[in-house]
């Protein structure tokens, strides 16, 4: 299954309501781990998550979070 990395990104007075709107929202990413910024200053959200496409990637955010997310296709590769 193809692999997506997720970036949000949202403003410092926004910080609640990206992570409040995932209460009442039924998605794996819920409960689970993120890397975030947040706390330095950088107001960003990451996820590594797999989805049959683009879109179905977007749809594991609810609305608030996926309209300021970017979703980038990615693959793992060895470094030699």
Known sequence: MPRYLLHHHHEPNECGAAFASFRGFDSP??????????LYG??????AVEAPSAEGARALMPFFVAERAT???VTEVAIP
Do not use: E
Request: hydrophobic share 55%.
């Open 29 to 38: 990413l819920r409960h689970g781990a993120a890397f975030a910024s947040c």
């Open 42 to 47: 950088g107001h960003s959200v990451w996820w």
């Open 71 to 73: 979703v980038i296709p």
